[in-house]
C-alpha cells in the first residue's frame, strides 16, 4: 500500500481502500498513505485520499504534517489541494508556514495564511 502512494498509482490505491484498506493507514514511522502520495508529489493520489476521508492533519511518529511535507518538497499542486481540503497551515512541527518562511517560498504563504 505504501509504495502505490509513494508512487502514485491512485487507481489502485484507491480501489484497495474502497475495498477495506484503512485510508489513514500507518507505517511503522506513522507516514499515512496521504503524508506519503503528499511528500512525492501526487495530487491526484492526494485528492483520491481526501475523497475517501484521509485525514489531512494526521501527523507521523516525528510529528510532521503532510502539508508541511509538500511544502518542504516544493510540491505546490499538493499543497493546494490540501489547503483547499482545510489542511492546518500551523499544524506539526516545523509547521507549513515555518517551511514556507525557511525555504523563501513566499508564494506558498499567500496560499497557507489567507488574507485578513
Not at 474502497?18 to 506513522?30: F, H, I, Q, R
Not at 516525528?62 to 492546518?88: N, Y
Request: glycine fraction near 10%; hydrophobic fraction near 40%; avoid cysteine.
Amino acid at each position: 500500500m505504501f509504495d502505490l502512494a509513494r508512487h502514485g498509482d491512485t487507481d489502485t490505491l484507491a480501489a484497495y481502500v474502497d475495498a477495506g484498506v484503512p485510508v489513514n493507514l500507518t507505517n511503522d514511522s506513522g507516514d499515512t498513505l496521504l503524508m506519503l502520495a503528499a511528500y512525492h508529489g501526487h495530487a491526484p493520489t492526494v485528492r483520491a485520499l481526501i475523497a475517501r476521508g484521509a485525514d489531512v492533519d494526521r501527523l507521523n511518529d516525528r510529528g510532521q504534517a503532510p502539508l508541511a511535507g509538500a511544502v518542504f518538497r516544493g510540491e505546490d499542486d499538493v499543497v493546494r489541494t490540501l489547503r483547499d481540503a482545510g489542511a492546518d497551515p500551523l499544524g506539526g512541527h516545523p509547521t507549513a508556514v515555518d517551511t514556507a518562511r525557511m525555504f523563501g517560498r513566499d508564494d506558498l504563504l499567500t496560499v497557507l495564511t489567507p488574507p485578513d
